[in-house]
């Protein structure tokens, strides 16, 4: 049977991405910056998806994982990790509101 991408064998890789609201910030830089390094790596074209068999997440993870993986009309996620950050500075007011 042939591999296909990076598995090997009965290896799977997984990225599990934590929960916590707002923070979902962090795990968006730290992705934006791995997927640019894997782009000079291995071509503009690199993609987080690309390297991982499965990608899990709780609560804001579990954005973090649909924006990595949705797929858009070419079957490439609908959004890059660098855009991560800036959907969370710009959309956090409606996801995570301030209840006073």
Sequence with gaps: M????????????????????????IPGTLLGFLE??????????????????????????????????APNNDNRPVYAAKDITNFYLEHSPEIFPQHR
Excluded: C, H, W
């Design 36 to 69: 640019s390094k894997l782009q000079a790596l291995d071509g503009p074209n690199a993609i987080i998806a690309d390297y991982f068999d499965v990608i899990a997440g709780t609560s804001t993870g579990g954005l973090v994982t649909t924006m990595l993986t």
């Design 2 to 25: 042939e591999s296909t991408g990076f598995r090997k064998g009965n290896m799977v890789t997984m990225l599990s991405i934590d929960g916590g609201g707002i923070r979902g910030i």
